[in-house]
């Protein structure tokens, strides 16, 4: 089950190298999106997404200022699929962004599909499926944009890829429905049945003494939040989601699902042990712990290969406290945005509809897609466009002056953590409560000094249970971009919005090549009209997806909750009854 790390990144790292050394400056990627057999925890063998009949897929590896081209072919049979490239901004072409029914149609069985976008920010990112909650199945890997220029280039001697998961054996297709159903009024989360490193256990890094080595670290994980540590050495910070950093020492990290990092690891002079390293998954997000559940997955520093491989301590929780993102200075020092133009207020709630399923709500507002994707009904909508009306009653849709600054205030009423990610923008973390403050209240603060002077930035943030987090950034990038949750089961359950950032500027501006249309046509989904697909009245919703309608007035979440129980009884009753029926007498 040991596999040596180098071995991971090397098929996916050929083509970038060989495009570069040739003086091109355009690098294509060639992906037919597959149906592969893998068991990476060595626990159960299960068809995962892959590439090119591979999996894991390969490695995105590319330069700063490159043109990339992925070619996309589903060979999936059963399911259909898109491309997200997470934390690039996509400049220009909102339309490479790839959430299903947002700013594309999907990908279905035997088509092909094209992404082509410049990218010009250097950094630690990733790219996964952005439809029906599939890249859990394995369709997710890490994206490297190298920085010729880089502050820091000078400070190590190699780079290293490592990507944390968490794992289910089951697919999605079989847990989403078991997740949103009135059987679980709750709304417990599946829980992971593994962590894993470059997706696999028994990770071994050659490193050799002395040298410092720079590690690009991406949490593509679906739900699990992961602590990482290097037993015996210490990490220097310089990279966040693609924003450089002041170095910041630290023992310990934690990433949110979808968070990245870059930090630089010096090896030992003394060549005398290896020593491992550990991704810990963050149980305070399960409901219940299951029995027998191994949260934690280790690997190894190799300093020489004929050493044994040590057991990873036992930490105590308390013993050592991981860095506060929020604390980190960007190596820019971009300064506080000013007051901002627009103020959006969102509150996070997790509640039952009619149904009886718990959903995620922003607003009370649990996100359904729209028949027409959003960027589509920009494109056709004329000066409607600014109207945030048109985009539908349910997707949360706010519209966005260009070269604004907006703010975005969002309360945490539930028990839990939450990473939201911004699609085409990084943000400002102005200001990050403690869990149980409670919802942000502007009046509390003594003055503007009370906020980050230099504010940390990066494309997703965690805020805490019961807590609250005040964002800003300037719409400077015309586009549709999501707002969301990055915990899969929420996003499957609605905790999404919906930026319509300068929808004037984007019709005079933007040209959607003819295959995304053509693939609108097989996936029978329309390209004109309101979020309704209403052509002739924009305003008119009439038909357009909604989730289930609200509980019954006067029936509470607890009502739904003894609901579920007693259905489940009056089965479990059936059963025994039909059991009893059957047996011999």
């Given amino acids: ?98 959430p299903y029914h947002v700013t594309q149609c999907g ?36 994206l490297i944009i190298d920085d010729p220029d880089s502050p820091f280039k000078s400070m190590y001697d190699e780079e290293y890829v490592l990507s944390v998961s968490d794992w289910y054996h089951d697919q999605m297709a079989t847990l989403i429905p078991h997740f949103i159903n009135r059987r679980n009024p709750k709304g417990a989360e599946p829980v992971p049945n593994a962590a894993l490193l470059n997706d696999t256990q028994g990770l071994q890094i050659p490193i050799q003494a002395g040298k410092t080595y720079l590690f690009h670290v991406v949490n593509m994980g679906a739900f699990a939040g992961q602590y990482i540590w290097f037993e015996e050495h210490n990490i220097t910070i310089i990279e966040v989601d693609g924003i450089y950093t002041e170095p910041a020492n630290a023992e310990r990290i934690y990433l949110a699902a979808a968070q990245r990092c870059s ?45 044994p491989l040590p057991d990873a301590a036992i930490i105590l929780e308390d013993s050592f406290q991981e860095l506060d993102d929020y604390t980190l200075v960007p190596y820019d020092k971009e300064p506080l945005f000013p007051d901002p133009d627009q103020s959006i207020t969102l509150e996070v709630v997790m509640s039952n509809l009619g149904d009886g399923a718990n959903y ?69 973390a102005i200001w990050r409560s403690d869990r149980d403050a409670g919802n942000f209240n502007e009046t509390t603060l003594v003055s503007a000094s009370d906020f980050q002077a230099t504010p940390m930035r990066r494309d997703t943030f965690a805020v805490h249970p019961n807590g609250n987090i005040v964002l800003r950034f300037k719409a400077d990038n015309p586009g549709v971009w999501l707002f969301h949750c990055h915990i899969e089961w929420h996003m499957d359950s609605g905790l999404m919005a919906t930026m319509v950032e300068a929808p004037l500027e984007l019709q005079r501006t933007l040209s959607i090549p003819q295959d995304h249309y053509d693939s609108c046509v097989v996936d029978g989904t329309p390209v004109k009209g309101n979020a309704a697909g209403n052509t002739i009245n924009l305003l008119d919703l009439t038909g357009q997806n909604a989730p289930p309608g609200p509980l019954p007035e006067g029936f509470t979440t607890r009502g739904a909750v003894a609901l579920g129980f007693s259905i489940l009884s009056a089965f479990t009753s059936i059963a025994v009854i039909s059991w009893y029926g059957l047996a011999d007498i």
């Fill in 1 to 98: 089950m040991a596999i040596s790390l180098p071995c991971l990144p090397l098929v996916a790292m050929l083509l970038p190298i060989f495009t570069h050394l040739a003086g091109a400056a355009t690098v294509t990627y060639d992906f037919n999106i597959t149906w592969v057999l893998a068991n990476p925890d060595g626990a159960f063998v299960r068809p995962t997404i892959g590439i090119n009949n591979q999996w894991p897929p390969p490695i995105i590896r590319v330069t700063k200022g490159d043109t990339v081209i992925v070619n996309v072919e589903n060979s999936l049979g059963n399911q259909t699929t898109t491309l997200h490239f997470h934390g690039l901004y996509m400049n220009g072409s909102t339309h490479m962004d790839g």
């Fill in 107 to 142: 990908i279905a069985p035997g088509l092909k599909f094209k992404y082509n976008f410049t990218v010009d920010q250097p950094g630690t990112y990733w790219y996964h499926s952005h439809a029906k909650g599939q890249y859990p199945d394995g369709l997710r890997a890490p």
């Fill in 263 to 307: 930090f630089l690891l010096t090896a030992k002079n003394d060549t005398s042990s290896n020593f491992p390293f550990v991704s810990s998954m963050d149980t305070t997000l399960f409901d219940k712990v299951p029995e027998g559940l191994n949260w934690n997955v280790s690997g190894w520093l190799l300093y020489d290969q004929s050493k």
């Fill in 360 to 428: 995620a709500f922003f607003n009370n507002i649990s996100y359904a897609p729209p028949i027409v994707p959003t960027l589509y009904t920009v494109m056709t909508a004329g000066a409607t466009a600014a109207n945030a009306q048109v985009y539908g009653d349910y997707t949360q849709s706010f519209v966005l002056g260009k070269d604004e600054v907006i703010e975005i205030v969002v309360n945490n009423n539930d028990l839990g953590k939450h990473p939201f990610h911004l699609h085409g923008h990084a943000f400002q």
